[in-house]
């Protein structure tokens, strides 16, 4: 749960009953939506300051993830701005509530005095945050102030985040570089690199009853469409354990390995099957030393709880693009309950274990963070998800298989195809991007949306 300090507003002439009233109706609807909340309301702009010093001792020793300012009537800016001073570090959400009817007539504490007064000032000073107000006879906005407060709540977290790759720059690919320093001052995320040897070197060690307990309390529960060979089922066991090792050793959540120049040409292995038994166990995956689209996938996780799979682009049509994996999809992404995998090799590559389950459909939003110019820029647009037409990647094994896709309605094919960042892009369901827009405010990034 995101951990936020709630802190209520109103003018020292406002019946205090009313300010309590409508800052406790609002830290309720703050908790319906799911945040952990530390209250301090009501704060006047007393002479003597001492509700201003009194808050500041209680907010004293504690741990936020960011902070809403609750004006619940007109309040000094001073008020105001003596306790942010304290917290401008945090994300902070200005919210301005709303005044009432009484028949006829509309009762206002001027709340949106107290905000309009604030805005340019926090503007101004920097602060990280956004504003939000209520409007009489409407729904509050409690949803879209705890997204922001969600929000920072995952951008403290990236902080400690690292994504652990195998390798780097696979098939010498520039959609897939990065620079280390600005993407951590940025994201928070840090990329850690191992080799294909580390690898390598723990496979050749591991036990025997290890790896076939993996092929059969993990691997035996898949569908396959025919028998895998042996020793393509071990070296899937094997591998899996192997990386894992080093992704628990590491703290790593994200992992990306070298592909085709790495795994299929040193080791002589697809690694689908590892991402695939690394998916179930709730790491995000990409393939080809994806830096920034395992960047990506981590701040979509971080918000929806979602793998944040990965899907590349095949075909531009009129009003849609088709969109597949060459092997692999994300453990949620899989409409059932377990995985649908054929052996099947493409062109010179041995045979591996390809994952050809059906993807679920449905509203998809569609992500890329990208390195533009000197500056962060994430990508994002809502697509309807469909079962694809019959289609197959020209070079596999015949009868070819029908690879796990989707076809994705989107409003705008040309202007997208005009600005496509990469051949992958990052898949959540429902639409997702309020809290994609929350997040970038906060880590700085500018938003590109379709």
């Not at 800052?23 to 201003?52: M, R």
């Not at 628990?248 to 080791?267: F, I, N, P, Q, Y």
């Not at 076809?407 to 195809?417: N, R, S």
């Amino acid at each position: 749960m995101a951990k936020t300090a709630f802190i209520g507003f109103g003018e020292i002439n406002t019946p205090v009953d009313v300010v309590i009233r409508k800052c406790k109706a609002a830290a309720e609807a703050l908790k319906g939506e799911g945040l952990d909340l530390y209250e301090v309301y009501p704060i006047a702009d007393d002479y003597e300051e001492t509700q201003i010093a009194g808050a500041l001792e209680k907010l004293k020793g504690q741990d936020f993830d960011s902070m809403v300012l609750c004006v619940a009537g007109w309040i000094p800016t001073h008020a105001v701005i003596k306790i942010t001073e304290q917290y401008k570090h945090l994300p902070m959400v200005l919210w301005g509530l709303c005044g009432w009817y009484e028949g006829d007539r509309i009762v206002t504490t001027a709340d949106q005095a107290g905000t309009s007064g604030l805005r340019a000032t926090f503007e101004g000073l920097g602060y990280t945050f956004k504003f939000v107000y209520d409007v009489m006879g409407k729904k509050t906005k409690s949803d879209k102030v705890a997204s922001f407060c969600r929000a920072a709540s995952v951008a403290r977290k990236l902080r400690s985040e690292k994504v652990g790759m195998a390798g780097y720059r696979d098939m010498q690919l520039y959609g897939i570089l990065y620079d280390g320093v600005s993407l951590k001052k940025t994201t928070g995320v840090e990329i850690e690199t191992f080799e294909l040897l580390e690898v390598e070197q723990r496979y050749e060690k591991l036990d025997a009853a290890e790896i076939q307990a993996v092929i059969d309390n993990r691997m035996s529960k898949w569908h396959f469409m025919k028998p895998a060979k042996p020793e393509s089922m071990k070296m899937a066991a094997g591998y899996y354990l192997a990386v894992k090792q080093i992704l628990e050793e590491r703290h790593c959540k994200a992992v990306s390995l070298k592909d085709v120049d790495g795994m299929k040409k040193l080791c002589g292995f697809p690694p689908a099957p590892i991402f695939m038994l690394l998916s179930e166990d709730g790491y995000t995956t990409i393939p080809e030393n994806d830096s920034l689209g395992s960047v990506t996938q981590l701040m979509m996780n971080g918000l929806t709880g979602q793998l944040a799979g990965y899907l590349e682009f095949y075909e531009f049509f009129e009003n849609s693009v088709l969109a597949g994996v060459p092997d692999f999809v994300a453990a949620d992404m899989v409409d059932g309950d377990h995985y649908t995998v054929l052996p099947a090799a493409f062109g010179l590559l041995n045979q591996g274990i390809l994952n050809v389950s059906k993807v679920k459909t449905g509203t998809v939003t569609m992500s890329r963070l990208t390195y533009k110019n000197g500056k962060y820029i994430m990508h994002i647009l809502l697509g309807d998800g469909k079962t694809p037409p019959k289609w197959e990647e020209c070079g596999w094994d015949a009868p070819a298989p029908q690879l796990s896709a989707l076809e994705i309605g989107i409003k705008d094919v040309e202007l997208f195809a005009e600005n496509v960042a990469c051949q992958h892009y990052i898949i959540t369901y429902g639409d997702n991007r309020q809290a994609i827009r929350d997040l970038c405010n906060i880590l700085g990034i500018e938003v590109f949306e379709m």
